[in-house]
């Protein structure tokens, strides 16, 4: 192999479930890449249900939660994580996929035992696939890079509450089984779970995107008096900024892990196609230009490995991990970027074909430099801490 993961430092449980996942993706899941049920919404239910049952029958569906209902750790998560990401659609295959990934965890985290029973097993199992409803559409002035800015209302009425507002971007709402809402209150945030599909969550329409790796696409959604009971309130009222931080940071370095699989394959692609074919009377790998393209391309996926372990061992802590996966995230994302720009410019006019997947990974981690917080929206709050720090150590 052209590039070499890490398994020092990382438990045998870890590699033995990594090892096996990857040997799936690779000669299993990576023989789906060209499959024509990968529309430009992502793959049909029916292609994703014909992976899933082969991840099932292989013993390697949702592998990073064992059976006992205990989660690896977040750093035994990246080594996993990584190996399901080798392809695009290795993460749906064994349900490592996002939004997915995310939900679960904070219905393990914040979810009463009664709401754990309603939805998680069912989640686990893959059986449904889940959306998480936050961002809001700009036209309505609603909550993007600000959360703060959220329209979207829930009112109480007796034992139950009225949802009321419009969302927008929200991945897999089309064909998913269960939704978490987020809403304002007069306490403030609010995180509902709900059965899908709902009458009262109406898809308005699929979006043009220009990922297309997760069933279902991304949605812009209208919630008109969704009326649920009480009891389906994740935690408590006013804390939904709160639960979403705690699902935040690993959910953003889920992303990086899944994401660094994809651009290792991409780099392995790249110097497969560099050292098979010639230019001027000698491989393209020979030629200095390319050669360091392809140096750079190992040294952007080592340091992306890296960070991604060093974050995982603080959120491993039980620290929040905010700081330290905002820096992940833009570290990450923006290194991927230069790994998946170089590995199509190595590959010529066939990096921006259909015929590898190098091209899908290309678009793909554009799309990641803005979901889960822009990167300028991460450095602007990083800038905000190197300041508050500057002015504590100032009034020492
Ligand atoms: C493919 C995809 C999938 C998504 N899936 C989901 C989902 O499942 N559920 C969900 O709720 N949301 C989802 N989102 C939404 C995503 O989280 C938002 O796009 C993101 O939070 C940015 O919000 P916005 O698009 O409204 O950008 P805006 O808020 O309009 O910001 C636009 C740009 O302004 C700049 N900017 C903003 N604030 C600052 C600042 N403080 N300093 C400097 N620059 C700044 C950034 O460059 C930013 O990209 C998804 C988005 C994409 C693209």
């Not at 390697?60 to 064992?66: G, K, N, Q, S």
């Not at 036209?139 to 979207?152: C, I, K, V």
């Amino acid at each position: 192999m052209s590039y070499t993961m890490e398994r020092r430092g990382i438990s045998d449980r870890a590699l033995a479930i990594a090892d096996k996942v990857e040997q799936f993706v690779r000669d299993t899941v990576a023989g789906y890449e060209r499959d024509p049920r990968l529309g430009a919404h992502g793959p049909s239910e029916d292609l994703s249900h014909e992976l899933k049952a082969l991840a099932r029958q292989a013993g390697l569906m949702t592998p990073h939660i064992l059976e006992d209902g205990g989660h690896l750790t977040q750093r035994e998560t990246a080594v996993v994580l990584i190996r399901s990401g080798l392809s695009p659609l290795g993460p749906l295959a064994v349900h490592t996929c996002a939004p997915d990934e995310g939900n679960m965890y904070l219905l393990g985290k914040v979810a009463s035992p009664e709401l754990q029973a309603q939805f998680l097993p069912r989640m686990i199992a893959g059986e449904i696939r889940s959306a998480f409803f936050m961002t809001e559409p700009a036209e309505d002035g609603g909550a993007g890079s600000d959360p703060s800015m959220m329209l979207t209302t829930c009112k109480p009425d007796g034992n139950h509450w009225v949802i009321n507002g419009r969302k927008t971007y929200i991945t897999g709402a089309d064909g998913a089984g269960m939704g978490i809402i987020m809403a304002k209150s007069e306490q403030g945030a609010c995180m509902f779970l709900v059965d899908l599909p709902d009458p009262a969550v109406r898809i308005e329409r699929i979006m043009d995107t220009i990922d297309n790796s997760m069933p279902g696409g991304h949605a812009v959604v209208s919630i008109e008096n969704l009326r649920l009971p009480a009891d389906q309130m994740l935690g408590e009222a006013g804390e939904g900024f709160k639960y979403a931080q705690v699902r935040l940071s690993p959910a953003r370095l889920s992303h990086c892990m899944r994401w660094l699989g994809a651009c290792i394959r991409a780099h392995e692609i790249a110097v497969d196609y560099t050292n098979r074919r010639h230019a001027f009377g000698k491989p393209l790998i020979d030629h200095e230009g390319v050669g360091f393209m392809l140096a750079e391309n190992a040294m952007d996926l080592k340091q992306a490995e890296l960070m991604i372990y060093w974050c995982a061992d603080v959120l491993d802590t039980g620290a929040l991990g905010t700081v330290e996966s905002s820096m992940a995230k833009v570290a990450v994302s923006e290194a991927l970027m230069r790994v998946a720009d170089r590995s199509v410019q190595c590959m010529g006019g066939q990096g921006v074909t259909g015929d590898t997947i190098v091209e899908q990974v290309f678009r793909e981690i554009r799309a990641f430099r803005i979901y889960d917080g822009p990167t300028e929206v991460h450095k602007w709050s990083l800038a905000k801490k190197i300041k508050r720090d500057w002015k504590e150590s100032q009034d020492m």
